[in-house]
């Protein structure tokens, strides 16, 4: 058979004449040899159990010409034909790269098979591969290839992320990091840069457990202690109104006649003129307390996601999974650390009111 103008799923490039192929001898999946170099097995192997058989699609059509084949890149999910160097196709969206390394499937010389138990089986005329005992390399002397590189559809990498950077750190990084409401928070960082206020509403309703939860331990921490203080500098005239209160209420449902109801009422009044101050006071602080929250989160966040991107390129300038593994680390949410904050709150509002009130 002829596989001119058929489309190798390990690299996305069209197979031209004279082209090195080699062939699945369970599927019929063409490759070119230095693609299955690189896996050592049938792209197409996880469909081996359902007996696909691979059929050629574009056998009908005519070839392109070898310069505009060298001139483009063929995206493998959707089969658009893309510009030479694209970063991701124009149809649907693929990455074709990320930290500045090619993520075509067989687009990079590091790849190998690290499963120590994969069961050898080489395509059609393939004489120069044999298995080695941490995963295969190629012929008598072969090298390890190194660490693999990023996957196709890695879970964090979305193919609508914009290209373009937020005061000098990549978007896409940028989104890898921030993981969840990305596109929100790209949005929020790029008003702070232009000078923008802007105001995050889950800051404001949740408070520092909203600090908590973005990873953000130290201005966590400070408006915890800020939330703490406001509470128990109040703690005592605001403890004895309650009291007050749950009083007069009681009176209310005990009374016999009309006369002590109005009674009531009138020391309801009274309790509220003469606290007034007081509950303006601690409801004012903390509403303003709530407002620095939500005006601040977005420049605090932008402010920690730059500098742990920054710092990642320092101590990895060639990404790789060291520079992923430190986006996991740093970036994203906590759910742990909210609920951490939630418990601390209660904790030590409970041990500073039994002790000192």
């Known amino acids: 058979m002829r596989y001119e103008n058929e489309i190798c799923p390990g690299c996305g490039r069209r197979f031209a004449e004279g082209d090195d192929i080699v062939v699945c001898p369970e599927c019929g999946t063409p490759q070119h040899r230095e693609c299955y170099n690189k896996e050592h097995k049938c792209v197409n192997e996880h469909l081996h159990e359902e007996n696909y058989e691979w059929k050629p699609k574009h056998s009908d059509q005519q070839a392109p010409a070898r310069t505009e084949r060298e001139e483009s890149v063929t995206c493998p999910f959707c089969g658009h034909e893309n510009p030479k160097g694209a970063k991701k196709c124009e149809s649907c969206g693929q ?33 120069d591969y044999k298995p080695a005992e941490n995963g295969y390399q190629t012929g008598e002397g072969g090298e390890d290839q190194g660490e693999r590189p990023f996957i196709v559809g890695d879970p964090f990498i979305s193919g609508n992320i914009p290209d373009g950077d937020i005061d000098g750190v990549p978007i896409r990084d940028l989104s890898i990091y921030l993981r969840s409401s990305a596109g929100s928070y790209c949005r929020k960082f790029k008003s702070i840069s232009l000078k923008k206020p802007t105001f995050n509403w889950a800051a404001f309703i949740f ?10 331990i130290k201005p966590g921490i400070i408006f915890l202690t800020l939330t703490l203080c406001l509470v128990f500098g109040f703690y005592n005239p605001l403890n004895k109104f309650y009291d007050s209160v749950a009083e007069i209420t009681s009176s209310v449902t005990d009374a016999d006649d009309q006369s002590q109801i109005l009674a009531a009422q009138d020391k309801m009044n009274e309790l509220l003129n003469s606290n007034k101050t007081v509950i303006s006071v601690f409801f004012g602080a903390g509403l303003a307390l709530r407002l620095v929250m939500a005006l601040t989160a977005d420049r605090l966040y932008k402010k920690k996601a730059t500098k742990d991107i920054k710092a990642a390129d320092e101590s990895f300038p060639d990404g790789g ?34 002790v000192f009130f």
């Open 95 to 127: 990455p074709f790269v990320l930290f500045g390394r090619r993520i075509l499937p067989g687009d990079d010389d590091n790849s190998k098979n690290t499963d120590d138990n994969y069961e050898y089986k080489p395509p059609f005329h393939v004489d």
């Open 321 to 354: 999974d060291e520079k992923l593994g430190v986006f996991l680390k740093k970036g994203g949410t906590s759910l742990l650390l909210a609920v951490t904050g939630y418990l601390a709150q209660y904790l030590i509002t409970m041990i500073i009111t039994e």
């Open 207 to 216: 408070g520092h457990l909203w600090f908590f939860y973005r990873k953000l």
